[in-house]
């Protein structure tokens, strides 16, 4: 069974730490993988795509790495602001063009 | 602003109520999706419209009926539904299906008495 899994489900970091976010999925056979955030009550805000034959993506403050052999990504934030919090969702389309989300890690920045 | 707007934002329904949700992307995009987001649990891939073709149905009972009358616009009709159908709906849209960036809408949150 195709999964993907966020832990931990939630984190809290005092403001200007540097954090890094964590996605483990179960099979290595991926077209992509994208980080979302989710404000409460809203839709959901793409932040960064990572295709399958890439390592890594950057935008400004995040940067998302990518490693399809041991099934995990991971999302850095530099500097964290309180504006970041929100909770953050992993998404793998897999290779039988399967999507699946994980159920998320929920941030809190302490200022 | 994302380009995806949603209507109602909010929505309370009687199980025998009949209601539609409506999508709208002003994006130029080719590809929409309907997502269920229930509490505690992963985002649920829906529907997949390409085209305005079906493309994807993932096992959704019947009770949940798409429409997608042009690529701009997308519906989901409600008929009898059970509160655990109560829910954040979301639409999103995308330039091509699924390997591109989807952007999402608001959602709709949907309460079913």
């Known amino acids: 069974k195709q999964e993907v899994t966020q832990i931990p489900a939630a984190l809290s970091v005092p403001e200007g730490e540097n954090l890094v976010l964590n996605c483990s999925f179960t099979d290595s056979a991926i077209y992509n993988l994208q980080w979302f955030r989710q404000d409460p009550g809203k839709g959901l805000t793409s932040l960064l795509l990572?295709?399958?034959?890439?390592r890594e993506q950057t935008s400004g403050r995040l940067n998302a790495s990518l490693d399809k052999s041991s099934g995990r990504s991971t999302l850095y934030i530099a500097a964290s602001q309180p504006g970041d919090s929100a909770t953050y969702l992993c998404?793998?389309?897999?290779?039988?063009?399967?999507?699946?989300f994980g159920t998320g890690t929920r941030l809190t920045i302490i200022p | 602003e994302t380009g995806v707007t949603q209507t109602p934002r909010h929505l309370v329904m009687g199980m025998t109520n009949k209601k539609s949700l409506k999508c709208e992307q002003h994006?130029?995009?080719?590809?929409m999706y309907w997502y269920k987001q229930s509490a505690k649990k992963p985002l649920e891939l829906m529907f997949v419209?390409?085209?305005?073709?079906?493309?994807e149905n993932n096992s959704v009972p019947s009770r949940f009926s798409p429409e997608c009358p042009n690529s701009s616009h997308l519906f989901l009709h409600l008929h009898t539904l059970q509160p655990e159908d109560s829910a954040l709906y979301l639409c999103?849209?995308?330039?091509?299906?699924?390997?591109?960036?989807?952007?999402f809408g608001p959602g709709t949150r949907l309460l079913v008495l």
């Open positions: 999103a849209s995308s330039l091509a299906t699924l390997v591109e960036t989807q952007y």
């Open positions: 994006l130029g995009h080719n590809a």
């Open positions: 990572i295709q399958s034959s890439q």
């Open positions: 998404a793998v389309l897999f290779g039988n063009e399967k999507l699946t």
């Open positions: 419209y390409n085209f305005k073709e079906q493309t």
